[in-house]
Nanobody, 126 residues
C-alpha cells in the first residue's frame, strides 16, 4: 500500500506562484511513475504533469507548459509541482498519483495510476 499526502495549496493572486508537495510512504519508492492532476468544480479531472522516477523525464499538459515544473526528490520520496504565473483558471483541487513498477514511463492518463492522494486546494484570485 502507498500513501500519498499533498500539501502546499492555498490562495494566491493571479500572476503569483505556489509549490505543491506530495510525500509518499508505505513502500519502497524506487520504481514509481508519478503525476499531478487537477479537478475544477463541475469539471472532470485532468492531467497536469508527469515524471518518470528514473531519468527524470517529464511531460506537461499544453496549458501548463512554460509555467509549471514537475520534479522529484527520490531520497525524500517526495514529488513537487512548481506553479508560476498562475491564472484564475488554474483554480482546482490538485492531486498527486503514483503508478507502481512503471518508473521509466511518463504516464498522462488517469487510468494508468494505482494510488492517489486526497488533494490540495489551489485558488487563484483575479
Amino acid at each position: 500500500q502507498v500513501q500519498l499526502v499533498e500539501s502546499g495549496g492555498g490562495v494566491v493572486q493571479a500572476g503569483g506562484s505556489l509549490r505543491l508537495s506530495c510525500a509518499a510512504s508505505g513502500r519502497t519508492f524506487s520504481n514509481y511513475a508519478m503525476g499531478w492532476f487537477r479537478q475544477a468544480p463541475g469539471k472532470e479531472r485532468e492531467f497536469v504533469a508527469a515524471i518518470t522516477w528514473i531519468g527524470g523525464r517529464a511531460d506537461y499538459a499544453d496549458s501548463m507548459k512554460g509555467r509549471f515544473t514537475i520534479s522529484r526528490d527520490n531520497g525524500k520520496n517526495t514529488l513537487y509541482l512548481q506553479m508560476n504565473s498562475l491564472k484564475p483558471e488554474d483554480t482546482a483541487v490538485y492531486y498527486c498519483a503514483a503508478s507502481v513498477g512503471r518508473g521509466k514511463v511518463v504516464l498522462i492518463t488517469i487510468g494508468d495510476y494505482d494510488y492517489w492522494g486526497q488533494g490540495t486546494q489551489v485558488t487563484v484570485s483575479s
